[in-house]
């Protein structure tokens, strides 16, 4: 059984570089799950959380879409969905605008929140409509 | 016609039930009539499952809006062929075709086994009806496609579009081949551990499940890719998503599966090990389908939350791998190795690298992928893992991996000598570092696409000169021509020279995977008659012209077309055209990119967005400003093609081998292998 020690010490050694890699990769790559006021909660106590990778799930703001076809140029404010409107600030986002991008859709934007309040977008998805599940409620409409 | 759908459901339930106790009963006191009904069982759930899924195929045909079913993924403007399809579009219908394809594949097992392995046939089959049982108990409780609705819908809700796609309907039922599949091997291991036959056996006769379960997979994984890069529009093939991880997870473990059971085979190693990794294929299979179906993890597809349903397949998992360790921690003594480990430098040592690589890249996926319900689960707070990890973590794994692809099988068994080495290995590396070398001076800089060539020509060079080998070798004893021998080497060496197939094509793969570093992208608003420019990373300057904006009514949705006219260096090079298309029937709108393949580069172009849309259909602004993002993608091609070599060689692979082509055992005390084949000549 002595002999197969050496290669135990292989194996381990392959299995703590892979686990190097894993912990190493999730350093760079964590994105927190927030609601906009979970988010404004955070960075109110860390300011630190800024340089966190987040994703926020909000809803678009009525009457707050702004996009400029040529620039590609995006804005408009997300709202929490669940505390009825009160928390909201602007997003910045550069790009195409999302295929089902409206007024009033539910959203997951991926980004940083900048000092100046205002969430610089590195991705918008639009949340609705992927759904590939049929809701029964759609038919009672 | 439909409620005799119904029926047949419940029958095969009630027959799959008192098969799996009979078949059980009767191998445990040897009642051979227990068993010969249940195999007939078998049969018996199979014509009643096909029954079932006609008529759900019938209902969607008949537009029968009363069942939810088919009122949540059909209409009536819906194409012929997605109606068909249908049966698999949506959860309840998955899970039912998921059983029919058991149940078929049980079927072929006892038809096959019907006059030998008699000893396992009891609990295989027993193992088969468990879990079919399962699948249709989930069926008719919580997931049935029969239910209605309580009222009749004049229409149904159509289907979603992007889910229209001829890619996109082949992928499911690939994959569930795949999964059930491997269910096979899996009833043969469960067997083999309670009946207590555990020497090569169940691995031999299960041989060609495994391959069809990993071609069946490969393929799967491959279509969805295709899909994915036609039909979402950001011009990747691979997200880390989710679900495509879930079908990633059991490829991982199967592959390394089918590469251990060499091990066993030849060198009576490995035995505990191979047992848990075909149960973990198998686990891992029926998680992939659970984690698909229940959408427990917010997924690009996720078919959404259902979690009565993760529940149910949660608790069903917890069963079979408790079960399963508890038979393997029963059987320890009679899984010990015959041998041991002697080198570093040997097949063996090669072969088990392989084996914790793909293991431990199982392992960080899984992880990478269940992250946010840890998290959420310690903390409270849902935090997910993107892109980077698993690339970080898993291209390491796969340039070792393709290393070992050319060392593996030519490396000696047991210890390999300096003068093995040498002969086997000196060309190869010269190959990879004058192509490494050739890249650098042509100006590539990104490591990790010079790894992926170098040591992709190394590997390509060790399968060339095998072959080549091989071909002289028979050329030269049988007295018989290049291409004659050529033919001859693989027909009767299918399994070996099948492999090889594959791992070229893997190779083809993973260089189109590096194309990936030299991506190029460009994004411009043009009115009509302006253009935009890319330049190619193969020196290409590709040139595009926003000609022209047309529109028009189709039943079920308006689709707006640009037309955009392409020179490649100043040459005129066609035309292309990218779409918008809103859905009536759902309320969306869906991107049609359009894609100018070449051998060795995609051009790929997206409509990112029109500027009034509504003018164009109003007629008051035909030709509005257009948003056009425009991507090279470099080698995607290759993988295409990579997967296809891969598909064909698994074939090879899979086909009936030649009469006494068995493989010969290597004898424990002596270096040289005694077969006298001579493509297994070394040292």
């Known amino acids: 059984m002595k002999k197969q020690r050496?290669?135990?010490?292989?194996?381990?050694?392959?299995?703590?570089?892979?686990?190097?890699?894993?912990?190493?990769?999730?350093?760079?790559?964590?994105?927190?799950?927030?609601?906009?006021?979970?988010?404004?909660?955070?960075?109110?106590?860390?300011?630190?959380?800024?340089?966190?990778?987040?994703?926020?799930g909000g809803r678009v703001a009525a009457g707050t879409v702004s996009y400029d076809q040529r620039t590609l140029d995006l804005r408009f404010d997300v709202v929490d969905i669940a505390d009825g409107g009160k928390t909201r600030f602007p997003v910045h986002y550069q790009g195409p605008l999302p295929d089902t991008f409206e007024e009033e859709r539910d959203v997951v934007v991926e980004g940083r929140f900048t000092e100046g309040g205002v969430f610089e977008a590195t991705t918008v998805l639009t949340k609705c409509g992927s759904r590939y599940e049929a809701v029964e409620e759609d038919f009672l409409k | 016609m439909t409620q005799i759908g119904e029926v047949a459901l419940w029958i095969a339930l009630l027959l799959a039930g008192w098969g799996a106790i009979a078949a059980f009963v009767g191998g445990r006191v040897g009642r051979g009539d227990l068993v010969l009904s249940a195999e007939k069982a078998v049969y018996g759930v199979w014509a009643m499952l096909t029954v079932t899924s006609l008529a759900i195929i019938a209902s969607f045909l008949g537009n029968e809006y009363r069942y939810k079913y088919v009122a949540g993924y059909s209409n009536r403007d819906l194409a012929f062929f997605y109606k068909v399809t249908g049966l698999w579009a949506g959860q309840t219908g998955s899970l039912v075709f998921w059983a029919l394809l058991l149940a078929l594949f049980a079927s072929i097992v006892v038809w096959q086994n019907r006059s030998r392995n008699r000893e396992f046939m009891p609990y295989v089959v027993g193992t088969l009806l468990v879990v079919l049982a399962f699948f249709l108990t989930v069926v008719v409780s919580v997931s049935n496609p029969f239910e209605q609705l309580a009222f009749i819908p004049a229409d149904g809700r159509g289907l979603n579009p992007q889910?229209?796609?001829?890619?996109?309907?082949?992928?499911?039922?690939?994959?569930?081949?795949?999964?059930?599949?491997?269910t096979v091997p899996f009833a043969f291991a469960v067997?083999?551990?309670?009946?207590?036959?555990l020497d090569t056996r169940w691995i031999t006769t299960t041989r060609r499940w495994t391959l069809l379960a990993w071609f069946f997979l490969t393929c799967g994984i491959i279509f969805g890719m295709m899909w994915a890069y036609v039909e979402l529009g950001w011009g990747g093939y691979w997200f880390w998503d989710p679900v495509e991880n879930a079908s990633l997870l059991p490829w991982l473990t199967g592959t390394a599966f089918l590469h251990s059971v060499m091990i066993q085979e030849k060198r009576g190693m490995l035995k505990i090990w191979n047992i848990l990794l075909i149960l973990s294929t198998f686990l891992l299979s029926i998680f992939a389908t659970f984690l698909t179906r229940s959408g427990l993890i917010e997924s690009v597809h996720s078919f959404a939350q259902?979690?009565?349903?993760?529940?149910?397949?949660?608790?069903?998992?917890?069963?079979?791998?408790?079960?399963?360790?508890?038979?393997?921690?029963?059987?320890?003594?009679?899984?010990?190795?015959?041998?041991?480990?002697?080198?570093?430098?040997s097949r063996e040592a090669a072969f088990l690298a392989n084996n914790l690589l793909f293991v431990a890249a199982m392992f960080a996926v899984l992880w990478g992928t269940l992250f946010p319900l840890i998290s959420e689960g310690a903390t409270g707070q849902k935090?997910?893992?993107?892109?980077?990890?698993?690339?970080?973590?898993?291209?390491?794994?796969?340039?070792?991996?393709?290393?070992?692809?050319?060392?593996?099988?030519?490396?000696?068994?047991?210890?390999?000598?300096?003068?093995n080495l040498k002969r086997n290995f000196t060309l190869p590396v010269a190959m990879?570092?004058?192509?490494?070398?050739?890249?650098?001076?042509?100006?590539?800089r990104h490591v990790y696409a010079l790894l992926t060539f170098a040591l992709g020509a190394f590997t390509m060079t060790t399968i060339v000169v095998e072959f080549w080998k091989g071909t002289r070798a028979r050329a030269h004893i049988e007295g018989e021509g290049v291409g004659r021998a050529f033919v001859h080497l693989i027909e009767r060496n299918r399994r070996r020279y099948g492999g090889y197939i594959v791992h070229a094509g893997l190779v083809i793969c993973f260089m189109g995977f590096a194309g990936k570093a030299y991506n190029v992208e460009a994004e411009a608003a043009l009115s009509p008659g302006e253009s935009m420019t890319v330049r190619s990373p193969f020196g290409h300057t590709f040139r595009l012209t926003y000609e022209d904006m047309s529109w028009y009514n189709a039943t079920n949705m308006t689709k707006l077309i640009t037309s955009v006219r392409v020179e490649q260096d100043g040459r005129p090079a066609g035309m292309m055209t990218a779409e918008k298309r809103a859905y009536k029937q759902r309320d969306e709108v869906a991107s049609e990119v359009g894609i100018r393949r070449a051998w060795n580069e995609d051009l790929y172009l997206i409509l990112a967005g029109i500027d009034d849309a509504n003018g164009v259909v109003e007629g008051t602004n035909p030709r509005p400003v257009a948003t056009f993002r425009v991507?090279?993608?470099?080698?995607?091609?290759?993988?295409?093609?990579?997967?296809?070599?891969?598909?064909?060689?698994?074939?090879?692979?899979?086909?009936?081998?030649?009469?006494?082509?068995?493989?010969?055992?290597?004898?424990?005390?002596?270096?040289?292998?005694?077969?006298?084949?001579?493509?297994?000549?070394?040292?």
């Open chain 1, 6 to 56: 050496k290669f135990l010490v292989g194996a381990v050694a392959v299995l703590g570089v892979v686990g190097y890699l894993m912990v190493t990769g999730m350093r760079d790559s964590m994105v927190y799950y927030l609601t906009p006021s979970e988010l404004v909660a955070k960075t109110t106590a860390d300011p630190s959380f800024r340089e966190m990778g987040v994703k926020v």
């Open chain 2, 383 to 419: 935090i997910a893992v993107g892109p980077p990890f698993f690339n970080k973590v898993n291209i390491p794994i796969g340039l070792v991996l393709l290393a070992l692809l050319g060392i593996g099988p030519i490396i000696a068994w047991r210890k390999a000598t300096p003068r």
């Open chain 2, 306 to 345: 259902n979690l009565e349903i993760a529940y149910i397949f949660l608790g069903f998992l917890s069963a079979l791998t408790l079960v399963s360790a508890a038979l393997v921690w029963w059987r320890r003594d009679r899984l010990r190795a015959e041998n041991q480990l002697e080198s570093y430098l």
């Open chain 2, 163 to 182: 889910l229209q796609n001829y890619w996109m309907t082949i992928h499911p039922p690939a994959l569930y081949l795949g999964f059930t599949a491997f």
């Open chain 2, 191 to 197: 067997s083999a551990l309670l009946s207590g036959r």
């Open chain 2, 432 to 444: 990879a570092v004058l192509v490494g070398a050739a890249l650098w001076v042509s100006g590539v």
């Open chain 2, 631 to 683: 991507l090279v993608n470099p080698l995607v091609p290759w993988i295409w093609m990579g997967g296809f070599i891969m598909a064909v060689g698994t074939l090879i692979a899979l086909w009936p081998a030649a009469q006494g082509a068995e493989v010969a055992r290597v004898p424990a005390r002596q270096a040289r292998p005694v077969a006298a084949k001579p493509q297994m000549v070394e040292a």
